[in-house]
């Protein structure tokens, strides 16, 4: 990455990052309560939203279920889209975190 690109993305996360206001709203909680908030987009299959009783945070206790699919260079590269539609216009703050849970297949 360029010194510049990497001064860019810097300035633009520092301006945006989330800070102190008295206006806090979970903006995206709809986007948990159903899968019709998503689309499967490309090698991925949305399974439900289940209860995670074991995530750190205090606010969400639920998570996407899905499976990921593989390419043909035996690599991953699974998409998501979710319905922002439901928003007014503005400028949101969306953090995303994956869990992985592998699975072996036995034979």
Known sequence: ?????KNY???KINESHISSSTNKKDAFRYLMGSVDESSSENSIIIDGIVDFLA???NVNKKA???KMGKDAQN???SRIGFNMFKLPEG????????SLQSQQICQ
């Open 1 to 5: 990455m360029t010194v510049g690109l």
């Open 9 to 11: 993305f810097d300035k």
């Open 55 to 57: 995530s750190p945070h």
């Open 64 to 66: 996407y279920k899905f």
């Open 75 to 77: 690599e991953y590269s």
């Open 91 to 98: 400028e949101y703050t969306l953090a995303i975190e994956f």
